[in-house]
């Protein structure tokens, strides 16, 4: 099958449902030397990128449709934390052969989770590789309202949505599935479901697009958790000057993760886990109830966690007492 | 060094200067989760993406500096086949380590041809992996005037930019000097300066993008030849539904291919290597003179090789007699 069969037999279904539909401001989709694309009067374009490889960002082996579902998810959820609207992505996937049942599941996970939000695949280039998938996400948001790293002021609260450290332990799952430990001793008898709920945490995260466009307006700097909250912390206070006061006993753990690890273990994937993709905010006192809302409107808990002063780095917490987190937040090159 | 210094260290500067210059519509740049940039009223976006891999697109040890120079043209070319005028670039690079000497090679030779063109890196990701580059490119032109693949009429002339299969007698030059043949026995003795040249056409393509500029409102379609004139034609002439009647005899060659090649070898060339990212154009008999002009003033020669009639597919000619290419265009999954 030649690298332009590929192409068409996966994704030319939905190039040309998306053509068809017209609407989403797609003038020329997949087929050409590139796409045209409409956005909308009144708005930015906001572009996000990002890269996921075998064996880092992914387990080897692992599904193929848990791979496109990530490969998209993590740039929407760049996209929620900029507070936009996604419209059009284009894929740049290397393969190491073209394996039909492969690339059938990949196209299945990427494509569905692209229909939920409504977004077009407008380009994609195969290349015959290492396995490795990089997409480009394109959306859009009226000028002046999307959501950056930098804005906050001294004062403002550290919220999260959802919970973390649930990817942290899914991995920790799929780590012990794909070296086919026993199940019993690996997983010390917890549940199936919780197992499963936190294997699924991993390997199917969900963007918080929805809450990103609530939260316009509402928030005065927003971030993704992907690279755990001790690496990407930092960051968000960093970007608009501040010193961030974390209460590390604040972290939102779910019930799922209370019940397989224990207290210490939970804490540390909460803190320097990656791969959660919830949103990491400040907002100002006064604006914390209405965000709170928008996030319970869109299905999702809104944890405060601490707050923003003068200074630089993280003041971490635990009961009260100076707490030094034992774990770095995940850098490719550590 | 970290990921995060990393990208600091090699494209900041480009990212800073770009947000100073601001004119350039964007709005905020490299260093949050997605970058906000504007396109200007009255224009569609325009939006392309090109990986190459190492071992595939340019040779294992390859020069860095013409590494990051090709992942940019491969892009550039394909908005100058829509006639667009590029603008913002992002860059997915995927490296086995964070080698110092070669990042600044790499950077070099991506940021001299962006700074060329008035392209600002806007986003990245960078992660540790076999060594891939994958840059998607965003351009805009003004609704309704991007050049299609589609939308040639029976009639319309084909016309190739510059001159074909240069590229190909370079890669081969290449591949000897990487293999370290001697030099005399495996160039045949043909003068230094027009190997260099060859050379240089292989491993610092330039893409059309001044002229696909001034082609938009004269061609009636056009593509660039990435994958070589074998590969390329059929899908130019079947975008519009037509048969190409190509007269191989007019493929243009330089003087330098001439020289380093037999006739024979110098045609296959033509035919089929790829890397040329010459421009392929369709155009209207009464826009011929008018599209010379404009090819004449970016300083290319423009050919015309044939025809375009009713019918698919390709009928290639050799002074008069049917001919066929004992070559196959570039297919990553061949």
Known sequence: MSEFDLIDRYFGANAAAAAAAGAAGVVLGIGDDA????VP?????VA???TIVSGRHFLEGA?????GHRALAVNLSDLAAMGATPAWATLALTIPAANAAWLEGFAAGLLALAARHGVALVGGDTTCGPLTVSIQLLGFAPHGTALRRAGASAGDLIVVTGSLGDAGAGLRLAQTASAAVPAASARGGVDEPIQRELLRRFEFPTP???FGLAARGLASAAMDLSDGLVGDLPKLAG????RAHVDVEHLPLSAALRAFASADQARDWA???GDDYELLLAVAPERLAALTEAAE????????????GAGMGVDWRLDGREFLPNVLGYDHFR
């Open 271 to 273: 803190l320097a886990a």
């Open 239 to 242: 970007a608009s000057g501040l």
């Open 41 to 45: 009067d009144g708005h930015d374009l």
């Open 297 to 308: 409107r869109c299905g999702l808990a809104l944890t405060r966690i601490g707050r923003l």
């Open 208 to 210: 918080r697009v929805e």
């Open 35 to 38: 796409a045209l694309l409409r």
């Open 63 to 67: 599904d193929a449709r848990a791979i």
């Open 48 to 50: 996000a990128v990002d």
